[in-house]
């Protein structure tokens, strides 16, 4: 175990409803950063939070957005949900002596009707 | 645009056997290569990583081989065992970013 944790494990929503899923980061990472995993694929990288503050985004919508507070936990909001959208999401955390290394969470498993 | 190619899809190998598992990138700039396994209902987790200061790196079971001129890396597993079942992901980034950019996994079955 990683020491990641993320909530909800699953999760069902429709089409054009808003989404809120949460990660904490492992003890003494001051870094998070979520990945979209599509079934079948590698993940995708949404963004980084560094310090409360976005830093570092892939190639997703303004519709995704996020959150980290100061104890380094994070959030991941998704608007106008999309069929598309259905996917694990991962969060990473990363800090400490082992610096480059990213440490994953379970995932949390969305599903858009 | 993948960047990371990684093959095969899918693997199955007879216990013992010495699965292996190639990756090719793209962006000259990545210089951190770390290989991720997944099992099912889990996150991916960090096997072995190697920079392109050293072209072979070991750690237990596990060894990454990694060709900079051809700009391409791969994983061995010896002495695989049942256990060793699971998806596996080659990734890049540059060292010290966060953004890993992952290939598109392979499935690796082990029979006894």
């Known amino acids: 175990e990683t020491g990641v944790t993320q909530s909800p494990t699953h999760l069902i929503k429709t089409r054009g409803q808003q989404v809120t899923l949460r990660c904490s980061s492992q003890?003494?990472?001051?870094?998070v950063s979520w990945y979209q995993q599509a079934l079948g694929q590698g993940p995708q990288f949404i963004f980084q939070?560094?310090?409360?503050?976005?830093?570092g985004r892939g190639n997703f919508p303004p519709r995704f957005s996020g959150l980290q507070f100061p104890n380094y936990s994070s959030e991941l909001n998704v608007n106008a949900l999309e069929l598309d959208d259905s996917a694990l999401y991962l969060c990473?955390?990363?800090?400490?002596?082992?610096?480059?290394?990213?440490?994953f969470g379970p995932g949390t498993r969305l599903t858009v009707l | 645009q993948q960047q990371v190619k990684q093959s095969p899809q899918s693997l199955i190998v007879q216990k013992g056997g010495i699965p292996i598992i190639n990756c090719a990138y793209e962006?000259?700039?990545?210089?951190?290569f770390p290989w991720y396994q997944q099992f099912p209902g889990k996150g991916p987790a960090l096997l072995i990583a190697?920079?392109?200061?050293?072209s072979e790196k070991k750690e237990g079971r596990f060894t990454i081989s990694f060709n900079k001129s051809a700009k391409q890396f791969s994983l061995h597993i010896m002495d695989s065992q049942p256990g060793d079942s699971a998806t596996y992901f080659c990734?890049?980034?540059?060292?010290?970013?966060?953004?890993?950019?992952f290939g598109t996994g392979t499935r690796l079955t082990i029979i006894p």
């Open positions: 990473a955390s990363r800090g400490g002596p082992s610096y480059n290394e990213q440490f």
């Open positions: 003890s003494g990472h001051n870094t």
């Open positions: 962006n000259t700039a990545f210089d951190y």
């Open positions: 190697i920079r392109p200061d050293v």
């Open positions: 939070y560094y310090r409360e503050e976005e830093n």
């Open positions: 990734a890049a980034s540059n060292f010290g970013n966060e953004k890993l950019t």
